[in-house]
């Protein structure tokens, strides 16, 4: 329900709110052996050693409107992660594409019928059979036929795009995913997954430093997110960004009409990038681990580490995607954070895996 500060509208997305009652048929089993889907090169498996650093919200963020509390991102602490794997890479439509070929699996949003798609990237044929949207984020719609072979509708495909990130996939279809394609195969804790991508840095916002853009004259772009034709109109003199959900009860309309005036596409892409887009975005290797599509994690959504989950369907994930921007959803750092149900899928949502021992 807090999605009222700096949001794309995401965290707003629960299949539970539009499928309640139904009974999805039975997901298929992945077939065959586990753990071998993949040759390490497919993988792409970095090893890492692990070790003690300052998991959180970093000092440039501490005060930030465009922040949420209820992210609870804060305060910084030392964590400590074992050895482990992960993915260079986000799971792009090809390998998912392997994985289904050669299992028969069966994901949860082909099994509903539907999925979330943000209106932008519907057609104007499909969006006229849409009756329902999401109350509190209204460019997000449920779209039947939406699934991961069709993103954003049935009249959509992954065809020219097979070097993107796998979307439309649930917690239950990236963790079979995982444990298909080579041993020891999972999706990443979330303490793991931010150890991973500060890269050995400590206290920065991005992978690679505090900047956005990088490079002569701050032109180099090193992640995918959304730019639009009113960000001039939302930057004040100081540099920093109005945000949308400054508006009261015109926020929800502010935010639609901004997505709804398209992406300028000054990163090169209008939606998702490749999965190897930007070159590597740390020192330690991986790529798009901030920008371009969330990430599910394996740990349970909670505000206070101490408390119990809010609801036990809910998930973190990392990383933000193509739709963040501080005018909206300001999530697009290390240290972010969302929650997302289990059972939910969306057009922003892919994953990457984690290989060998999970932290206890």
Known sequence: DDIGVSSCGCGALRRGDFARGASPVQVAAAAGSLGDGETPEEAAVIHLDGGAFLMG????????PTISHLDAEGPAREVTVGPFGLGAHEVSNRRFAKFVESTGYVTESEAFGWSFAVEAFISPEVNATI????????WWLPVEGAD???????????????????TQVSLRDAEAFCRWSRPGGRLPTEAEWEFAARGGKQQRRFPWG??????????TYRMNFWQSELDQQLRRKDGSVLNLYGYGDRSLLAVKEYYGAGNLALDGYTSTAPVDAFGPQNAFGFYNMVGNV??????RWVRDPHAPPVDENAMVKKGGSF?????TCNRFRSSARMMFTADSAASNVGFRCAYGPAVA
């Open 131 to 138: 009756t329902r949207q999401v109350d509190a984020a209204p």
């Open 323 to 327: 739709l963040c921007n501080p005018a």
């Open 57 to 64: 919200i970093v000092p440039a963020d501490e005060g930030d």
């Open 294 to 299: 969330w990430e599910w994690t394996s740990t």
């Open 148 to 166: 991961w072979r069709h993103p954003n509708g049935p009249d959509t495909s992954i065809a020219d795009i097979m070097d993107h990130p796998v």
């Open 210 to 219: 505090q900047s956005v853009l990088t490079g002569p004259g701050k032109a």
